[in-house]
């Protein structure tokens, strides 16, 4: 999906259906498979396995104290696939240029700046746990507790320190408030259809799962 905004709106559309029931979170990864590239958008699995295992903990603890964990795991699941697509189809100024287009030069010109410097942050960080990952194997080091904890806290604090370089230079060039860009999209002929199709699943995340097989049958 190559226009932004359509991507962006599918993406939210498409999450909301998927934490909204399981009948929403099916549709949804049909979805995914129908319209992205699946397994090829996904990050690499010690990126994507340890957000995995985070949710069917919470799954975990959910059922065991009664609550639907199974179901719990399965709409968090859908919904991580579907941002890792939408993060690796993500290119650099697009989610500012969405922003200017829906608010403005003013109002969306700083949710976009916010929103593209969280995402170059994650970027960043990628990078840098990539480097630790290096570090640890070349010295021998196996991950565990006692070693990414203080890794974890080094990251955070290099991570707000590099905000805070940013927010000075900022302030160096004379940065205020607002800016002024003209958004420029591109499009498939596939986007809208896409786009269109991306309705389907928040409709049935609206109907119990009983009517959903009725309007199969």
Do not use: H
Request: net charge positive; with cysteine.
């Amino acid at each position: 999906m190559q226009d932004p905004r359509l991507r962006l709106l599918s993406v939210a559309v498409l999450s909301l259906a998927a934490f909204a029931s399981i009948a929403g979170a099916a549709a949804a990864l049909v979805w995914w498979l129908l319209f992205t590239p699946r397994t090829r958008s996904l990050p690499r699995p010690g990126v994507l396995l340890p957000l995995v295992a985070m949710v069917a903990a919470t799954a975990l603890v959910s059922a065991w104290g009664g609550g639907a964990g199974l179901s719990y795991f399965f709409r968090m699941t859908v919904i991580l696939l579907l941002a890792a697509w939408a993060y690796a189809e993500t290119e650099d100024g697009e989610v500012l240029a969405v922003a200017v287009w829906a608010l403005g030069n003013r109002v969306g010109f700083e949710v976009g700046l916010v929103a593209e410097m969280g995402i170059s942050g994650i970027s960043v960080l990628r990078g840098e746990i990539e480097q630790v990952r290096i570090a640890m194997a070349l010295k021998g080091i196996r991950p565990g507790i006692r070693s990414i904890v203080p890794l974890a806290v080094t990251l955070i604090v290099t991570e707000i320190r590099r905000a805070d370089e940013v927010a000075r230079l900022l302030v160096v060039r004379g940065y205020t408030i607002g800016g002024r860009i003209c958004p420029r999209f591109r499009a498939d002929p596939l986007d809208v259809p896409a786009a269109i199709m991306a309705i389907i699943p928040a409709l049935l995340s609206t109907l119990p799962l009983r009517d959903v097989f009725i309007l199969v049958g």
